[in-house]
């Protein structure tokens, strides 16, 4: 009842100099702006009742690498030492000590593998360092992607490929101890 004689008032008066319009009249008078009126579920969709998910790891969800030293890996809790190869259905020892040691005898177990993989990551250690073109040849032949990375944003890159479910593997080398490291242990 206030809520129409409010706006009867405000019709027939200007505020400093603006005039209320006759729509003003009905939104105005709504008794959705008037104080005891209060929503309930079956005004709005906003009020209905709300579902909440947990996110949580699903089983089969892929591995995770979880850190990383110069020593090795944790991936899975499983501590891997040394350079790695991890693959969809394993976590396997790499036989390479260096960038320049991946040639396309130490990349042929990545493209062997059934399902195929989509993209393979490669951490090349504390910096992005070259590979050798006839291995990137060999890879683009057998139609895998490949991405060349330094080791820590190789980790982060191959957690997130396997996060969105695709089929991905990664070669690592653990980063060298860096001299900060070192400056500060001493």
């Keep these: ?3 129409v004689v409010c706006a009867r008032f405000l019709l027939q008066r200007s505020t400093h100099g603006f005039l209320f319009s006759s729509r003003a009249a009905a939104a105005l008078s709504s008794p959705f702006l008037s104080r005891s009126h209060r929503l309930g579920p079956g005004d709005d969709e906003m009020y209905q009742r709300t579902s909440v998910s947990v996110m949580q790891k699903e089983p089969g969800g892929g591995v995770m690498i979880h850190s990383y030293s110069s020593r090795g890996f944790n991936i899975d809790g499983n501590k891997v030492f040394g350079p790695c190869a991890v693959l969809p259905p394993a976590i ?16 042929s177990l990545f493209h062997m593998l059934e399902p195929r993989i989509e993209i393979l990551v490669l951490g090349t250690g504390a910096r992005v360092e070259r590979i050798k073109p006839s291995v990137l040849a ?9 991405e060349v990375q330094d080791t820590p944003n190789a980790c982060a890159t191959f957690n997130f490929l396997t996060s969105e479910r695709r089929v991905a593997a990664a070669g690592l080398i653990p980063p060298p ?3 900060a490291l070192e400056a500060v242990q001493e």
């Design 138 to 146: 060999l890879l683009k032949r057998k139609g895998i992607a490949v």
């Design 92 to 107: 396997l020892q790499w036989n390479v000590g260096s960038h320049e040691d991946i040639t396309e005898e130490s990349v």
């Design 1 to 3: 009842m206030a809520a």
């Design 177 to 179: 101890i860096s001299t």
